[in-house]
């Protein structure tokens, strides 16, 4: 018996001695930390010859892009796999493993074919897509059925329910991430988007073009309007995700611009709107006819530096991560939507009260934001004239006026 011990104790010990060691930066945001150690003791007991560590990196805005432009510099072996956002893939591809002649391993034909689409630099994969997040619109289910109204599906819509039932509730009508970040570059484009229009086709600027820019201003107008008429306070201008969640959460207001991971916070047992909140697509424009989502979220890729093994050993753990399986777990336990398209036919799927099914027909029509190896300055661009425009040191024609002209510049 002892010998039989010792000779189970010996094998251990080899394994662990010669397992595949690699890691994965993630952002410190303790559900999805929970989950990913979660996943990561599920998927050793599967590959005893690989380890995984998570390398914990900042979550607040701007710290993580840096961190990456760090990884760049530095040329670093660690982490193995890295956990980017989508618009950051062409900006760091020169710096990422091409994974093109994985993509049967990687199942890619079944994923959405948007997430695939911002994955490929030319004829290159450099990331897998590991789920999808987006703006939305939250609403107070109980106000709006109070006083006998829809959930709005234009803007025109919102501002009228929202300067009603603010004033006889005496709460906020609408409230979004107005502070100057990425976010706020987020809801831009959403505003920009439901007016029909895009700021490139392909590699070609459009911004430029005088309808675009037309109803650019328009849509600028309309963000600026919200403060203007008093539906949005003026402090939205230093409020992040969280701001907007806590205030809405303590019933400040009757609809909320913000992205998926509110969901569930908003239904916990100890929230006092439990029950009380729907999600719906932001509204639209005339210009335009069908409800859509802007894509956002993270993609997994692999850092070349490192050995062949490890390269090897973190295709496994991105396809463990990306399999239907765990696909379903993280929309069940975090909210977020799943990059592989036919889960989304799965009725017996639902996360916290959200039916899978309803964002079907939203997957068919994601908006991508521009694909750039210099996208970062281009949202800078975006949220520093946005910012001032909302903030009235710029008018919505001028703001519109540097975008343009700062964006022409920078890809001259």
Same mark, same amino acid.
């Given at each position: 018996?002892?010998?039989?011990?010792?000779?189970?104790?010996?094998?251990?010990?080899?394994?662990?001695?010669?397992?595949?060691?690699?890691?994965?930066?993630?952002?410190?945001?303790?559900?999805? &930390?929970?989950?990913?150690?979660?996943?990561?003791?599920?998927?050793?007991?599967?590959?005893?010859? =690989?380890?995984?560590?998570?390398?914990?990196?900042?979550?607040?805005?701007?710290?993580?892009?840096?961190?990456?432009?760090?990884?760049?510099?530095?040329?670093?072996?660690?982490?193995?796999?890295?956990? &980017?956002?989508?618009?950051?893939?062409?900006?760091?591809?020169?710096?990422?493993?091409? &994974?093109?002649?994985?993509?049967?391993?990687?199942?890619?034909?079944?994923?959405?074919?948007?997430?695939?689409?911002?994955?490929?630099?030319?004829?290159?994969?450099?990331?897998?897509?590991?789920?999808?997040?987006?703006?939305?619109?939250?609403? @107070?289910?109980?106000?709006?059925?109070?006083?006998?109204?829809?959930?709005?599906?234009?803007?025109?819509?919102? $501002?009228?329910?929202?300067?009603? $039932?603010? /004033?006889?509730? #005496?709460?906020?009508?609408? !409230?979004? /991430?107005?502070? @100057?970040?990425?976010?706020?570059?987020?809801?831009?484009?959403?505003?920009?988007?439901?007016?029909?229009?895009?700021?490139?086709?392909?590699?070609?600027?459009?911004?430029?073009?005088?309808?675009?820019?037309?109803?650019?201003?328009?849509? &600028?107008?309309?963000?600026? *309007?919200?403060?203007?008429?008093? =539906?949005?306070?003026?402090?939205?201008?230093?409020?992040?995700?969280?701001?907007? @969640?806590?205030?809405?959460?303590?019933?400040?207001?009757?609809?909320? @611009?913000? *992205?998926?991971?509110?969901?569930?916070?908003?239904?916990?047992?100890?929230?006092?709107?439990?029950?009380?909140?729907? +999600?719906?697509?932001?509204?639209?424009?005339?210009?335009?006819?069908?409800?859509?989502?802007?894509?956002?979220?993270?993609?997994?890729?692999?850092?070349?530096?490192?050995?062949?093994?490890? !390269?090897?050993?973190?295709? %496994?753990?991105?396809?463990?991560?990306?399999?239907?399986?765990?696909? !379903?777990?993280?929309?069940?336990?975090?909210?977020?939507?799943?990059?592989r398209l036919y889960i989304y036919e799965n009725s017996q799927i639902s996360g916290?009260?959200?039916?899978?099914?309803?964002?079907?027909?939203?997957?068919?029509?994601?908006?991508?934001?521009? %694909?750039?190896? $210099?996208?970062?300055? =281009?949202?800078?661009? !975006? /949220?520093?004239?946005?910012?001032?425009? +909302?903030?009235?040191?710029?008018?919505?024609?001028?703001? +519109?006026? #540097?975008?343009?002209?700062?964006?022409?510049?920078?890809?001259?």
């Amino acid at each position: 018996m002892k010998k039989v011990f010792l000779l189970l104790l010996l094998t251990c010990v080899t394994i662990n001695l010669f397992a595949v060691k690699i890691s994965i930066a993630y952002e410190s945001i303790e559900k999805q &930390l929970l989950m990913l150690n979660a996943k990561i003791v599920e998927f050793e007991a599967q590959n005893p010859d =690989i380890e995984v560590e998570v390398f914990e990196i900042p979550s607040y805005p701007g710290s993580t892009y840096k961190f990456y432009g760090t990884f760049v510099v530095t040329k670093a072996n660690k982490p193995t796999i890295l956990s &980017l956002d989508f618009s950051w893939v062409e900006e760091f591809s020169p710096f990422l493993v091409d &994974l093109e002649k994985d993509s049967e391993y990687f199942e890619l034909e079944k994923f959405i074919p948007a997430t695939i689409e911002m994955v490929k630099v030319g004829e290159n994969i450099k990331a897998i897509p590991y789920f999808m997040d987006a703006g939305v619109l939250y609403y @107070r289910k109980d106000l709006l059925e109070k006083y006998n109204y829809n959930v709005p599906k234009t803007w025109e819509e919102l $501002i009228k329910i929202a300067k009603d $039932i603010s /004033q006889k509730e #005496n709460i906020d009508g609408f !409230i979004w /991430q107005g502070a @100057r970040y990425e976010e706020l570059t987020n809801f831009f484009f959403e505003i920009l988007y439901s007016y029909g229009v895009d700021i490139f086709k392909g590699n070609k600027f459009v911004l430029n073009e005088p309808e675009n820019k037309r109803k650019a201003i328009e849509a &600028l107008t309309l963000m600026k *309007s919200f403060i203007d008429s008093g =539906i949005t306070r003026k402090g939205v201008t230093t409020y992040w995700e969280e701001d907007c @969640r806590l205030s809405f959460q303590n019933g400040e207001a009757l609809f909320m @611009r913000n *992205s998926l991971y509110a969901w569930p916070l908003l239904n916990s047992d100890d929230s006092p709107l439990k029950g009380l909140v729907g +999600i719906a697509p932001l509204p639209i424009s005339k210009y335009i006819n069908d409800p859509f989502l802007v894509l956002d979220g993270k993609v997994l890729s692999i850092n070349p530096n490192v050995t062949p093994e490890e !390269i090897a050993a973190a295709k %496994k753990f991105i396809n463990f991560l990306t399999s239907e399986e765990s696909q !379903i777990q993280v929309f069940s336990d975090l909210n977020f939507l799943p990059v592989r398209l036919y889960i989304y036919e799965n009725s017996q799927i639902s996360g916290n009260n959200i039916d899978l099914k309803d964002f079907k027909h939203l997957t068919e029509n994601l908006k991508l934001k521009p %694909k750039s190896a $210099i996208y970062s300055e =281009i949202s800078f661009v !975006i /949220q520093n004239n946005v910012y001032d425009c +909302i903030t009235g040191r710029l008018t919505p024609e001028k703001a +519109i006026d #540097n975008i343009v002209s700062e964006i022409n510049f920078l890809i001259r």
